[in-house]
């Protein structure tokens, strides 16, 4: 006779002080949503994203821009909280397949398990722990190439809200800003290296940053060295009340953004990444295949614009945007960490690449 398992011991929730919860750990609905779907639904109706999730952007532009049709194989070079992916795949059965990549190891099993649970299998999803750049080593198991890819290349909202991926100022954690934590070094080790001259032309070339050089010259004057989220802020905040007083509180929190979006560029050589997928990616568009990017700041947008223009030029691609789309004002309200984002397409030719 087998003996009955022993009752599960109640597991209480996560006690906070005060009325809500205000870290990343005690936000225990939004990090659940399929047990709150109502609270979730709230935080999402007011403009929010709720912690732990990513509300794809442009789904609408990007579905008419790659037309993905029943028997075409895509790829998702950028597969996230794979909200995407959701909109994209069903539109590709029956016969089809899609691709789904990655570089997070943290992110990548939660996304699959739940793109699973939705019922997409192995057979028409098939996704991939590695870099964009590595398109080339998909391209077999694809047929040879894609009919659409899309590459969003933004950070997802669940790095951003997790104190412990070092992402945001508004939390103390760690200063590691890697997409992938098992490569590379972190940003706090990559600030060591870094002179005060390297550091200001990063901040600047990455960012746009005004006050590129009062922020270099403040992280490298600091006594100690900035190893946390938390030092970080307060570093670039002190530099910047200290060099010019007069600068409102909006313009710190500017200049904080920046600073954590050009140091998480250089963490993770982003630019270069995308550069050699950029000079990659007509090998691996069939005829006639459709490429979407979104892009959030300048120095991307400026790269797939010069790539795809270079690409006209010399008849790779029949057609490319000629201006960016950006999300809708009604998405802007909704969603507003889509505010900064550019959408921009190309049609690959019959030409052959030279």
């Given at each position: ?243 010019h007083a007069k600068l409102g509180e909006d ?52 790269r797939v614009k010069k790539a795809f223009a ?45």
């Amino acid at each position: 006779m087998e003996t009955p398992e022993a009752p599960k011991p109640h597991k209480r929730r996560i006690r906070y002080s005060g009325t809500h919860p205000r870290s990343f750990s005690e936000k225990y609905k939004e990090l659940d949503p399929d047990k709150y779907a109502a609270q979730v639904e709230h935080i999402i109706s007011k403009g929010q994203t709720p912690v732990g999730t990513h509300r794809p952007i442009c789904v609408d532009e990007i579905l008419k821009i790659l037309d993905p049709k029943p028997g075409e194989v895509c790829l998702d070079a950028t597969l996230g909280y794979g909200g995407h992916t959701q909109k994209l795949l069903p539109r590709l059965l029956p016969g089809g397949k899609l691709f789904a990549v990655d570089v997070d190891p943290v992110e990548l099993p939660k996304t699959e398990a739940r793109l699973r649970a939705l019922g997409f299998g192995p057979d028409a999803l098939i996704i991939r722990k590695m870099n964009f750049a590595g398109i080339a080593g998909l391209a077999p198991e694809a047929g040879g190439g894609f009919d659409c890819v899309l590459a969003d290349l933004g950070v997802s909202s669940m790095q951003l809200d997790n104190p412990e991926r070092g992402f945001t100022y508004k939390a103390d954690g760690p200063l590691d800003l890697r997409l992938n934590p098992e490569r590379g070094r972190p940003a706090s080790e990559m600030l060591k290296a870094l002179s005060a001259e390297a550091l200001e032309k990063m901040l600047f070339d990455y960012a746009d940053e005004p006050h590129a050089l009062t922020i270099a010259r403040a992280i490298k004057e600091s006594p100690v060295p900035v190893a946390t989220t938390g030092q970080l802020a307060k570093t670039v905040r002190d530099g910047l009340k200290k060099a010019h007083a007069k600068l409102g509180e909006d313009i710190i929190k500017k200049s904080l953004q920046r600073t954590f979006m050009a140091l998480r560029i250089g963490a993770n050589e982003e630019l270069s990444v995308l550069d050699r997928f950029l000079d990659i990616l007509p090998w691996y568009l069939k005829p006639g295949g459709r490429v979407a990017i979104l892009s959030f700041h300048s120095g991307e947008d400026r790269r797939v614009k010069k790539a795809f223009a270079r690409g006209e030029e010399t008849g790779v691609y029949s057609s490319v945007a000629s201006t960016p789309a950006r999300p809708s004002p009604q998405e802007r309200r909704s969603n507003p960490r889509s505010a900064c984002a550019k959408l921009r397409w190309a049609v690959r030719s019959a030409a052959p690449v030279q």
